[in-house]
Protein backbone atom coordinates (compact mmCIF):
# COMPACT_ATOMS: atom_id res chain seq x y z
CA UNK A 1 0.00 0.00 0.00
CA UNK A 2 1.34 3.51 -0.97
CA UNK A 3 0.16 6.82 0.48
CA UNK A 4 0.57 9.59 -1.28
CA UNK A 5 -0.53 12.99 -0.63
CA UNK A 6 -0.35 16.79 -1.69
CA UNK A 7 -0.19 18.64 1.37
CA UNK A 8 0.10 22.21 -0.10
CA UNK A 9 -0.50 23.34 -3.02
CA UNK A 10 -0.16 27.87 -2.59
CA UNK A 11 0.36 30.14 -5.84
CA UNK A 12 0.57 34.00 -4.73
CA UNK A 13 0.08 36.33 -8.28
CA UNK A 14 1.65 39.67 -8.21
CA UNK A 15 -1.88 41.32 -8.33
CA UNK A 16 -2.93 38.67 -6.09
CA UNK A 17 -2.00 40.82 -2.98
CA UNK A 18 -5.21 43.14 -3.46
CA UNK A 19 -6.30 44.42 -0.48
CA UNK A 20 -8.97 47.49 -0.91
CA UNK A 21 -11.92 47.46 -3.42
CA UNK A 22 -9.90 49.46 -5.90
CA UNK A 23 -7.07 46.61 -6.00
CA UNK A 24 -10.17 44.44 -6.34
CA UNK A 25 -10.52 45.31 -10.06
CA UNK A 26 -7.21 44.23 -10.84
CA UNK A 27 -7.08 41.42 -9.05
CA UNK A 28 -9.72 39.37 -10.46
CA UNK A 29 -7.91 39.84 -13.63
CA UNK A 30 -4.96 36.74 -12.49
CA UNK A 31 -5.63 33.88 -14.73
CA UNK A 32 -3.80 30.64 -15.19
CA UNK A 33 -2.63 31.97 -18.61
CA UNK A 34 -1.61 35.64 -17.85
CA UNK A 35 -1.94 36.35 -21.07
CA UNK A 36 -5.30 35.87 -21.23
CA UNK A 37 -5.61 38.99 -18.16
CA UNK A 38 -7.22 42.56 -19.63
CA UNK A 39 -6.13 45.61 -18.09
CA UNK A 40 -6.91 47.87 -20.41
CA UNK A 41 -9.88 49.02 -17.94
CA UNK A 42 -7.44 51.12 -16.28
CA UNK A 43 -7.19 53.42 -18.99
CA UNK A 44 -10.92 54.47 -18.72
CA UNK A 45 -10.74 54.75 -14.68
CA UNK A 46 -11.97 57.75 -13.17
CA UNK A 47 -9.87 57.53 -9.88
CA UNK A 48 -5.50 57.16 -9.59
CA UNK A 49 -4.32 54.07 -9.86
CA UNK A 50 -4.02 51.59 -6.26
CA UNK A 51 -1.17 48.78 -5.65
CA UNK A 52 -0.17 46.47 -8.58
CA UNK A 53 -2.40 48.51 -10.96
CA UNK A 54 0.75 50.68 -11.06
CA UNK A 55 2.46 47.61 -13.01
CA UNK A 56 -0.40 47.36 -15.39
CA UNK A 57 -1.23 49.15 -18.91
CA UNK A 58 1.73 51.20 -18.37
CA UNK A 59 1.75 53.66 -20.99
CA UNK A 60 5.19 53.17 -22.91
CA UNK A 61 3.71 55.16 -25.82
CA UNK A 62 0.28 56.83 -26.96
CA UNK A 63 0.09 53.82 -28.98
CA UNK A 64 2.33 50.97 -26.68
CA UNK A 65 1.13 49.42 -23.35
CA UNK A 66 2.95 47.36 -20.90
CA UNK A 67 1.67 45.34 -18.14
CA UNK A 68 4.19 43.43 -15.98
CA UNK A 69 3.27 40.76 -12.80
CA UNK A 70 4.61 37.37 -11.96
CA UNK A 71 3.63 34.47 -9.57
CA UNK A 72 5.24 32.10 -7.02
CA UNK A 73 3.86 29.05 -6.16
CA UNK A 74 4.84 26.80 -3.48
CA UNK A 75 3.89 22.56 -3.29
CA UNK A 76 4.79 20.02 -0.38
CA UNK A 77 3.92 16.39 -1.42
CA UNK A 78 4.44 13.79 1.42
CA UNK A 79 5.32 10.30 -0.11
CA UNK A 80 5.19 6.76 1.84
CA UNK A 81 5.93 3.77 0.12
CA UNK A 82 6.14 5.54 -3.22
CA UNK A 83 6.98 2.66 -5.37
CA UNK A 84 5.10 0.66 -4.15
CA UNK A 85 7.75 -1.96 -2.98
CA UNK A 86 8.52 -2.24 -6.69
CA UNK A 87 12.13 -1.10 -5.35
CA UNK A 88 13.46 -1.29 -2.47
CA UNK A 89 15.01 0.80 -0.05
CA UNK A 90 12.30 3.78 -0.91
CA UNK A 91 10.28 4.10 2.51
CA UNK A 92 8.93 7.38 1.63
CA UNK A 93 9.84 11.11 1.46
CA UNK A 94 8.97 14.63 1.61
CA UNK A 95 9.15 16.72 -1.80
CA UNK A 96 9.24 20.58 -1.71
CA UNK A 97 9.04 22.61 -4.91
CA UNK A 98 9.19 26.52 -6.05
CA UNK A 99 8.31 28.06 -8.90
CA UNK A 100 9.07 31.19 -9.80
CA UNK A 101 7.94 33.08 -12.56
CA UNK A 102 7.95 36.80 -14.31
CA UNK A 103 6.29 38.01 -17.50
CA UNK A 104 6.03 41.22 -19.61
CA UNK A 105 2.55 41.91 -21.78
CA UNK A 106 3.53 44.56 -24.68
CA UNK A 107 0.61 45.94 -26.59
CA UNK A 108 1.14 47.78 -29.86
CA UNK A 109 -2.12 49.44 -30.84
CA UNK A 110 -4.92 46.91 -31.20
CA UNK A 111 -3.33 44.21 -33.36
CA UNK A 112 0.34 43.15 -31.91
CA UNK A 113 1.05 41.89 -29.25
CA UNK A 114 4.60 40.73 -27.81
CA UNK A 115 4.38 38.01 -24.65
CA UNK A 116 7.34 37.24 -22.61
CA UNK A 117 7.76 34.96 -19.40
CA UNK A 118 10.73 33.73 -17.50
CA UNK A 119 10.84 30.75 -15.00
CA UNK A 120 12.41 29.71 -12.75
CA UNK A 121 12.41 25.92 -10.79
CA UNK A 122 13.88 24.78 -7.44
CA UNK A 123 13.15 21.04 -5.85
CA UNK A 124 14.24 19.78 -2.87
CA UNK A 125 14.13 16.64 -0.52
CA UNK A 126 12.49 14.24 -3.67
CA UNK A 127 14.12 10.41 -3.46
CA UNK A 128 16.77 9.39 -5.23
CA UNK A 129 16.72 12.81 -6.63
CA UNK A 130 14.70 15.33 -8.41
CA UNK A 131 12.55 14.45 -11.36
CA UNK A 132 13.91 16.62 -14.94
CA UNK A 133 10.17 18.05 -14.51
CA UNK A 134 10.50 19.50 -11.38
CA UNK A 135 13.71 21.75 -11.14
CA UNK A 136 15.46 24.13 -14.08
CA UNK A 137 17.62 26.60 -13.85
CA UNK A 138 16.10 30.31 -15.22
CA UNK A 139 14.69 29.52 -18.69
CA UNK A 140 12.41 31.13 -21.45
CA UNK A 141 9.07 30.07 -20.25
CA UNK A 142 7.20 32.04 -23.12
CA UNK A 143 8.03 34.26 -25.66
CA UNK A 144 5.61 34.95 -28.61
CA UNK A 145 4.44 37.66 -31.34
CA UNK A 146 0.61 37.67 -31.80
CA UNK A 147 -1.17 39.17 -34.25
CA UNK A 148 -4.92 40.21 -34.18
CA UNK A 149 -7.20 41.65 -36.46
CA UNK A 150 -10.95 42.18 -35.51
CA UNK A 151 -11.81 43.91 -38.62
CA UNK A 152 -11.31 40.82 -40.89
CA UNK A 153 -13.58 37.84 -41.68
CA UNK A 154 -13.43 35.53 -38.60
CA UNK A 155 -11.33 37.53 -36.58
CA UNK A 156 -8.20 36.06 -37.22
CA UNK A 157 -5.31 35.86 -34.06
CA UNK A 158 -1.99 34.45 -35.20
CA UNK A 159 0.54 33.74 -32.44
CA UNK A 160 4.38 32.75 -33.35
CA UNK A 161 6.71 31.36 -31.24
CA UNK A 162 7.39 29.75 -27.61
CA UNK A 163 3.88 29.04 -26.04
CA UNK A 164 1.97 27.18 -23.36
CA UNK A 165 -1.03 25.08 -25.12
CA UNK A 166 -3.96 23.92 -23.64
CA UNK A 167 -7.77 23.35 -24.59
CA UNK A 168 -10.47 22.23 -23.02
CA UNK A 169 -10.46 19.44 -20.35
CA UNK A 170 -6.75 18.57 -20.50
CA UNK A 171 -6.69 15.22 -20.95
CA UNK A 172 -4.28 15.29 -23.96
CA UNK A 173 -2.95 18.44 -23.93
CA UNK A 174 -1.65 20.01 -20.83
CA UNK A 175 0.24 21.78 -18.70
CA UNK A 176 1.80 19.50 -16.53
CA UNK A 177 0.11 21.34 -13.09
CA UNK A 178 1.13 17.96 -11.29
CA UNK A 179 4.83 18.79 -11.34
CA UNK A 180 6.82 22.11 -10.97
CA UNK A 181 7.93 23.07 -14.71
CA UNK A 182 5.24 24.12 -16.84
CA UNK A 183 5.30 22.59 -20.38
CA UNK A 184 5.56 24.76 -23.39
CA UNK A 185 5.83 24.41 -26.80
CA UNK A 186 7.42 26.24 -30.12
CA UNK A 187 4.33 26.64 -32.01
CA UNK A 188 2.35 28.41 -34.46
CA UNK A 189 -1.37 28.50 -33.78
CA UNK A 190 -4.36 30.44 -35.66
CA UNK A 191 -7.41 31.42 -33.97
CA UNK A 192 -10.77 31.84 -36.35
CA UNK A 193 -14.04 33.01 -34.81
CA UNK A 194 -16.75 31.45 -36.74
CA UNK A 195 -20.31 32.61 -35.49
CA UNK A 196 -20.40 31.35 -31.07
CA UNK A 197 -17.60 29.06 -31.52
CA UNK A 198 -13.33 29.01 -31.83
CA UNK A 199 -11.63 27.10 -34.76
CA UNK A 200 -7.80 27.04 -34.01
CA UNK A 201 -5.34 25.26 -35.89
CA UNK A 202 -1.75 24.77 -34.47
CA UNK A 203 1.60 22.71 -34.91
CA UNK A 204 5.10 22.83 -32.62
CA UNK A 205 7.40 20.85 -30.96
CA UNK A 206 7.74 20.71 -27.43
CA UNK A 207 10.80 21.99 -25.54
CA UNK A 208 13.07 19.85 -23.32
CA UNK A 209 13.97 20.04 -20.40
CA UNK A 210 17.89 20.11 -20.35
CA UNK A 211 20.41 21.70 -17.67
CA UNK A 212 22.06 25.21 -18.15
CA UNK A 213 20.68 28.76 -17.93
CA UNK A 214 18.47 29.16 -20.77
CA UNK A 215 19.30 26.67 -22.68
CA UNK A 216 15.76 24.84 -23.32
CA UNK A 217 14.92 23.90 -26.76
CA UNK A 218 12.70 22.37 -29.35
CA UNK A 219 12.73 18.83 -28.89
CA UNK A 220 13.96 17.52 -32.61
CA UNK A 221 12.42 13.80 -31.83
CA UNK A 222 8.73 14.75 -31.30
CA UNK A 223 6.26 16.98 -33.13
CA UNK A 224 2.81 17.52 -32.11
CA UNK A 225 -0.51 19.31 -34.80
CA UNK A 226 -3.97 19.61 -34.57
CA UNK A 227 -7.39 20.82 -34.75
CA UNK A 228 -9.68 22.35 -32.24
CA UNK A 229 -13.26 23.24 -32.26
CA UNK A 230 -14.57 24.57 -29.23
CA UNK A 231 -18.68 25.56 -29.89
CA UNK A 232 -21.64 25.83 -27.42
CA UNK A 233 -23.31 22.95 -26.52
CA UNK A 234 -26.60 21.90 -27.71
CA UNK A 235 -27.40 19.96 -24.81
CA UNK A 236 -27.09 22.96 -21.74
CA UNK A 237 -27.27 26.15 -21.97
CA UNK A 238 -24.15 27.15 -19.43
CA UNK A 239 -21.89 24.68 -21.28
CA UNK A 240 -20.03 23.46 -24.57
CA UNK A 241 -19.24 21.33 -27.14
CA UNK A 242 -15.54 20.38 -28.04
CA UNK A 243 -14.16 18.47 -30.75
CA UNK A 244 -9.97 17.91 -31.45
CA UNK A 245 -7.45 16.51 -33.46
CA UNK A 246 -4.22 15.72 -32.12
CA UNK A 247 -1.21 15.08 -34.39
CA UNK A 248 1.80 13.51 -33.03
CA UNK A 249 5.04 11.69 -34.19
CA UNK A 250 7.84 10.73 -31.31
CA UNK A 251 10.65 9.20 -33.04
CA UNK A 252 11.67 7.15 -29.58
CA UNK A 253 8.67 6.34 -27.83
CA UNK A 254 8.84 3.43 -25.52
CA UNK A 255 5.41 0.72 -24.36
CA UNK A 256 5.85 -2.61 -22.31
CA UNK A 257 6.28 -4.42 -25.91
CA UNK A 258 9.51 -1.66 -26.76
CA UNK A 259 10.90 1.54 -27.96
CA UNK A 260 10.48 2.74 -31.86
CA UNK A 261 8.65 5.36 -33.90
CA UNK A 262 5.11 6.23 -33.18
CA UNK A 263 2.97 7.87 -35.70
CA UNK A 264 -0.88 8.69 -33.76
CA UNK A 265 -3.63 10.04 -34.38
CA UNK A 266 -6.22 11.21 -31.82
CA UNK A 267 -9.68 12.00 -32.26
CA UNK A 268 -11.52 13.11 -29.15
CA UNK A 269 -15.68 14.91 -28.66
CA UNK A 270 -16.28 16.42 -25.14
CA UNK A 271 -19.06 17.70 -24.12
CA UNK A 272 -19.43 19.82 -20.48
CA UNK A 273 -22.20 22.03 -18.76
CA UNK A 274 -24.29 22.79 -15.95
CA UNK A 275 -28.31 23.31 -15.04
CA UNK A 276 -30.34 24.32 -12.29
CA UNK A 277 -31.92 21.08 -10.52
CA UNK A 278 -34.28 21.13 -7.08
CA UNK A 279 -32.39 23.84 -5.31
CA UNK A 280 -28.79 23.05 -6.30
CA UNK A 281 -26.82 22.64 -9.55
CA UNK A 282 -26.16 19.66 -11.32
CA UNK A 283 -23.23 19.53 -13.56
CA UNK A 284 -20.95 17.27 -16.22
CA UNK A 285 -18.26 16.57 -17.99
CA UNK A 286 -17.88 13.68 -20.22
CA UNK A 287 -15.13 12.93 -22.87
CA UNK A 288 -14.47 10.13 -25.58
CA UNK A 289 -11.28 9.74 -27.49
CA UNK A 290 -10.25 7.12 -30.45
CA UNK A 291 -6.73 6.56 -31.39
CA UNK A 292 -5.22 5.19 -34.52
CA UNK A 293 -1.79 5.40 -36.27
CA UNK A 294 1.53 3.01 -36.49
CA UNK A 295 4.07 2.06 -33.91
CA UNK A 296 6.94 0.17 -35.50
CA UNK A 297 6.21 -2.29 -37.43
CA UNK A 298 2.57 -2.59 -35.91
CA UNK A 299 -0.61 -0.46 -36.31
CA UNK A 300 -2.30 1.45 -33.52
CA UNK A 301 -5.53 1.47 -32.06
CA UNK A 302 -6.55 3.02 -28.57
CA UNK A 303 -9.47 4.62 -26.54
CA UNK A 304 -10.59 6.29 -23.54
CA UNK A 305 -13.57 7.18 -21.96
CA UNK A 306 -13.53 10.08 -18.97
CA UNK A 307 -16.62 11.47 -16.94
CA UNK A 308 -16.96 13.97 -13.98
CA UNK A 309 -20.45 14.32 -12.39
CA UNK A 310 -21.56 16.51 -9.99
CA UNK A 311 -24.03 18.63 -7.49
CA UNK A 312 -23.59 21.37 -5.46
CA UNK A 313 -26.12 21.75 -2.60
CA UNK A 314 -26.78 25.59 -2.59
CA UNK A 315 -28.37 26.24 0.56
CA UNK A 316 -26.37 24.04 2.52
CA UNK A 317 -22.98 25.70 4.45
CA UNK A 318 -20.08 25.48 2.57
CA UNK A 319 -22.06 24.43 -0.54
CA UNK A 320 -20.80 21.04 -0.57
CA UNK A 321 -20.39 19.52 -4.04
CA UNK A 322 -20.13 15.66 -4.49
CA UNK A 323 -18.68 14.01 -7.68
CA UNK A 324 -17.84 10.99 -9.01
CA UNK A 325 -15.08 11.11 -11.45
CA UNK A 326 -14.77 8.03 -13.73
CA UNK A 327 -12.09 7.27 -16.52
CA UNK A 328 -11.44 3.93 -19.01
CA UNK A 329 -8.00 4.05 -20.79
CA UNK A 330 -7.21 0.97 -23.31
CA UNK A 331 -4.75 -1.37 -22.69
CA UNK A 332 -2.40 -3.73 -25.07
CA UNK A 333 -3.81 -7.45 -25.10
CA UNK A 334 -0.47 -9.10 -26.95
CA UNK A 335 3.02 -7.50 -26.00
CA UNK A 336 4.58 -10.28 -28.20
CA UNK A 337 1.96 -8.81 -31.35
CA UNK A 338 3.22 -5.90 -32.74
CA UNK A 339 -0.04 -3.72 -32.74
CA UNK A 340 -0.87 -1.59 -29.95
CA UNK A 341 -3.76 -1.14 -27.79
CA UNK A 342 -2.16 0.80 -25.42
CA UNK A 343 -4.18 4.46 -24.88
CA UNK A 344 -0.77 7.24 -25.03
CA UNK A 345 -2.48 10.46 -22.99
CA UNK A 346 0.01 12.23 -25.64
CA UNK A 347 0.95 15.02 -22.87
CA UNK A 348 -1.05 14.58 -20.16
CA UNK A 349 -1.76 16.20 -16.48
CA UNK A 350 0.22 13.86 -14.02
CA UNK A 351 -2.21 15.22 -11.65
CA UNK A 352 -4.90 13.97 -13.34
CA UNK A 353 -6.01 11.23 -11.41
CA UNK A 354 -4.57 13.07 -8.04
CA UNK A 355 -2.26 15.23 -7.40
CA UNK A 356 0.25 12.61 -5.87
CA UNK A 357 1.43 12.02 -9.66
CA UNK A 358 1.89 8.54 -9.34
CA UNK A 359 0.24 7.08 -12.38
CA UNK A 360 -0.09 7.58 -16.03
CA UNK A 361 -3.47 7.52 -17.99
CA UNK A 362 -2.70 4.26 -19.95
CA UNK A 363 -4.38 0.64 -19.42
CA UNK A 364 -6.37 1.85 -16.57
CA UNK A 365 -10.04 1.86 -14.76
CA UNK A 366 -10.20 4.51 -12.29
CA UNK A 367 -13.15 5.64 -9.82
CA UNK A 368 -12.94 8.75 -7.58
CA UNK A 369 -15.55 9.64 -5.55
CA UNK A 370 -15.01 13.23 -3.84
CA UNK A 371 -16.56 16.20 -1.73
CA UNK A 372 -15.90 19.72 -1.84
CA UNK A 373 -16.50 22.34 0.53
CA UNK A 374 -16.19 26.36 0.25
CA UNK A 375 -16.07 27.72 3.54
CA UNK A 376 -15.12 30.80 1.56
CA UNK A 377 -15.59 32.10 -2.50
CA UNK A 378 -11.78 32.22 -2.63
CA UNK A 379 -11.42 28.98 -0.82
CA UNK A 380 -12.14 24.99 -1.76
CA UNK A 381 -11.26 21.91 0.09
CA UNK A 382 -11.56 18.75 -1.61
CA UNK A 383 -11.91 15.11 -0.19
CA UNK A 384 -11.50 12.27 -2.25
CA UNK A 385 -10.58 8.58 -2.43
CA UNK A 386 -9.28 7.19 -6.49
CA UNK A 387 -9.86 3.66 -7.03
CA UNK A 388 -6.78 2.04 -9.78
CA UNK A 389 -7.29 -1.44 -11.45
CA UNK A 390 -5.58 -2.42 -14.24
CA UNK A 391 -7.36 -3.59 -17.24
CA UNK A 392 -5.49 -5.87 -19.12
CA UNK A 393 -2.83 -7.61 -17.32
CA UNK A 394 -1.14 -8.52 -20.94
CA UNK A 395 -0.06 -4.82 -20.33
CA UNK A 396 1.81 -3.02 -18.05
CA UNK A 397 0.68 -0.62 -15.04
CA UNK A 398 2.74 2.82 -16.25
CA UNK A 399 3.97 5.68 -13.89
CA UNK A 400 4.91 8.87 -14.98
CA UNK A 401 6.89 8.97 -18.15
CA UNK A 402 5.28 5.62 -19.27
CA UNK A 403 8.08 4.44 -16.93
CA UNK A 404 6.11 0.26 -16.03
CA UNK A 405 5.77 0.24 -12.56
CA UNK A 406 4.15 -3.39 -13.04
CA UNK A 407 5.56 -5.03 -16.24
CA UNK A 408 3.03 -6.88 -18.90
CA UNK A 409 1.69 -10.02 -17.63
CA UNK A 410 2.84 -10.17 -14.13
CA UNK A 411 0.78 -8.73 -10.85
CA UNK A 412 3.97 -8.53 -8.82
CA UNK A 413 7.35 -8.43 -9.53
CA UNK A 414 9.86 -10.77 -8.23
CA UNK A 415 13.21 -9.29 -6.16
CA UNK A 416 15.34 -10.56 -9.08
CA UNK A 417 13.91 -8.22 -11.78
CA UNK A 418 12.64 -5.04 -9.55
CA UNK A 419 14.28 -2.14 -11.40
CA UNK A 420 17.21 0.15 -9.63
CA UNK A 421 15.02 2.92 -11.18
CA UNK A 422 12.43 4.63 -9.79
CA UNK A 423 9.16 4.47 -11.36
CA UNK A 424 8.96 7.86 -10.10
CA UNK A 425 11.38 9.49 -12.17
CA UNK A 426 10.27 9.46 -15.28
CA UNK A 427 9.42 12.55 -17.05
Same mark, same amino acid.
Request: proline content about 6%; hydrophobic content about 40%; some cysteine.
Given at each position: ???L ?13 AQ #?????A ?10 T ?11 P??G ?10 PN????L??Q????V ?5 P?F??V? !? ?6 ? /? ?9 H ?6 I???? !??Y $?E ?8 P ?11 ? $????? @? ?10 G??E ?6 R??? +?RE??N?R????? $??? @? ?6 T &? /??F?G ?6 ? %?????S??? /??A??G?? &?????P???A? %????A ?7 D??W???? !?L???H ?12 ? =????DY? $??? %???T? /?? !?D ?6 ? +?S ?8 E??W =? ?7 N ?10 PD?? #?L?? +???N??Y? =????A ?6 ? @? ?5 E ?7 TF ?26 A ?6 K ?8 L? %??
Amino acid at each position: MAILLSASNLSIAATACAQ #TKAQDAAGEQIRIFRWTEDYSYIEEMNRPRAGFEHLKWIPVDPNIRLNLGGQYRLRVDSFHNPSFDLVS !GQDGFTSV /THRFLAHADLHVGDNIRIFTEL !GFY $VEDGREPGARPVDESAPDLQQAF $VELRN @DALPFSPMLRLGRQEIVFGAPRFLS +LREGANTRRRFDA $VRL @DLNIENST &L /TVFAGRPIELED %GWFSGSADN /TEAIWGIY &LQSPSPFSAAG %GLDLAYIGRRDKDESWAQGT !GLERRHTFSVRAFGQAPLA =TGMFDYD $VQG %GVQTG /TF !GDGDIFAWG +LSAEIGYRFAEIPW =TPRFALRANVMSGDDDPDDPDLG #TLNA +LYPNLAYF =TDATAFARANMI @DIHPMIEFRPHESLTFEVGADFLFRLREEDAVYGPGYVPLVPAGQGAVAKSRRSPKSPLS %GT
